[in-house]
């Protein structure tokens, strides 16, 4: 099927009318062109308009139904979380079980890395930072739900974990962490404050959880504790940060300890 | 839906702004949801219910079908609204989109199979998309806006809208109904879609 043809198939491709191999020809062919984007685009704002005047009232207990549900339901993992050297596949990565769910099927190219010395992943990709915000709050939330807190508190942490990645000074670091481990952190010295959120480390044992450090010119001071999340993430959120040079992470007795009594996996800011 | 709506715009040039979200407001809803925010995933809903409802009901033409369907995709809306990328269209069509195309895929499965030949007699000369919806719905500007703007078409960019958009054939399906050749009633769909788009002054 030459390009042509295929720019001939967005308006099916819009309305959902084509064949399945139609549909994976254009899905291959979108990201290539910015025009068929476009039109795409334009075409589904217009099928919006149309549903629009659809528009038909369900009955009341459809939103009982749904909000039970979705109580119930766990959201999916987020897309992963930018390499700090600028590679692109953060955005492209998302699951591949096809457009289903996804944005505008296939049209994965839209964002542009444009590598810069500090916050390119905010600058360039403002989805990144909404997907880096809700992989900690939703760690930090599952976790404060799960021990029975109050919504408000976990929204509380959103709103932290959104203000330090808003801040104007916000730096992102990624790392290996001890031997499996994977750490990402976000800093920001403006709101002295610092959020880690790491892949692989095992399961803390029963009565153990993981303890963060600020390790500095004047030794280690506790950072708090990391929460685990129901996707197996441990994340966690820290203020007073100071000016660390590092930050280590060490398996403690539950509720934390002044001293680190192991030597903590180190990881460089 | 008891409002004017004026979805085309982003807020502004909306009568009294109200309470129905800019493109903006809703991704931002639907960002805040992608956290496990059920007060704003309620928002979504509340925006969004009416359309998807309405639209999934015109393809499949059943009222408790058309709810379970719409519960499909607020709920896959919910586990998935980490994906939604406002730089790449608004959470309108993103949810739009799903619905949709859970419909199309509800109605071609084969429990439906049965209502596809029922469906064909949705082809009456002169109907129009909100035909047999009142009892709900109030009439809107943007219905009318919608109706005009089809009544625009020619018959067969028409027909070609409908049969696929409203009915979820294929462009294949639709072509052997109207007894046209494929190639035609691929040109015809695009150029209808395309007047509609110019009709409705729309911009991506």
Redesign the interface.
């Known amino acids: 099927m030459s390009d042509v043809d295929i720019h001939?198939?967005?308006?099916?491709y819009?309305?959902?009318?084509?064949?399945p191999q139609e549909r994976a020809a254009v899905e291959r062919h979108l990201p290539e062109c910015d025009d068929c984007?476009?039109d795409l685009?334009?075409?589904?704002?217009?099928?919006?308009?149309?549903?629009?005047?659809?528009?038909?009232?369900?009955?009341e207990e459809?939103?009982t139904?749904?909000?039970a549900?979705?109580?119930r339901?766990?959201?999916?993992?987020?897309?992963p979380l930018p390499k700090a050297d600028g590679e692109r596949a953060a955005g492209h990565g998302?699951p591949a079980d096809g457009?289903?769910?996804?944005?505008?099927?296939g049209?994965g190219s839209?964002?542009e890395v444009v590598r810069g010395p500090a916050r390119w992943w905010r600058r360039q990709l403002?989805?990144l930072v909404?997907?880096a915000?809700?992989l900690v709050?939703?760690s930090l939330?599952?976790t404060l739900l799960s021990v029975g807190r109050t919504?408000e508190e976990?929204?509380r942490h959103?709103a932290e974990v959104e203000a330090l990645l808003a801040a104007p000074d916000t730096h992102m670091h990624e790392g290996p962490l001890g031997d499996d481990a994977r750490a990402t952190a976000f800093t920001s010295y403006e709101m002295d404050a610092l959020m880690l959120v790491v892949e692989g480390l095992p399961d803390a044992p029963q009565g153990m959880a993981y303890q963060m450090w600020y390790v500095d010119e004047d030794g280690m001071r506790s950072a708090g504790m990391l929460s685990l999340s129901s996707d197996g993430r441990y994340a966690g959120m820290a203020h007073d940060m100071g000016s660390p040079v590092q930050v280590g992470v060490s398996l403690e007795p539950e509720g934390g300890m002044p001293e680190p009594s192991e030597r903590p996996m180190k990881f460089d800011l | 839906m008891e409002r004017v709506r004026d979805i085309g715009m982003d807020g502004a040039g909306r009568p009294g702004g109200g309470s129905v979200p800019s493109n903006d407001e809703l991704a931002e809803l639907v960002r805040k949801t992608a956290v496990g925010d059920l007060a704003a995933f309620e928002r979504v809903y509340r925006e969004l219910c009416g359309p998807v409802f309405g639209v999934v009901r015109r393809v499949l033409l059943d009222e408790a079908q058309s709810e379970e369907v719409a519960q499909e995709v607020f709920l896959e809306v919910w586990r998935h609204c980490s994906r939604f990328d406002p730089a790449r269209g608004s959470a309108r069509s993103w949810v739009l989109v799903i619905a949709h195309r859970r419909a199309v895929d509800r109605v071609r499965s084969e429990e439906a199979a049965t209502e596809r030949t029922a469906a064909a007699g949705r082809l009456e000369p002169g109907a129009t998309p909100a035909d047999g919806v009142e009892q709900h719905v109030e009439t809107s500007l943007e219905r009318e806006k919608v109706r005009r703007c089809l009544r625009r078409l020619t018959e067969l960019q028409r027909d070609a809208v409908r049969l696929t958009y409203y009915t979820g054939y294929t462009q294949r399906e639709a072509a052997d109904l109207l007894k046209v050749p494929l190639t035609t009633l691929k040109g015809r769909l695009r150029d209808g879609l395309i007047r509609l788009r110019d009709c409705l002054g729309v911009a991506a």
Do not use: K
């Open positions: 001939g198939l967005i308006a099916g819009a309305v959902d009318g084509l064949d984007r476009r685009a334009e075409f589904r704002e217009t099928l919006v308009r149309l549903a629009y005047a659809e528009a038909a009232q369900p009955s459809l939103w139904r749904i909000s549900q979705a109580r339901t766990r959201q999916a993992p987020l897309p998302r457009d289903e769910g996804g944005n505008h099927g049209d839209a964002a403002p989805w909404a997907a915000c809700a709050a939703v939330g599952v919504m976990s929204q959103h």
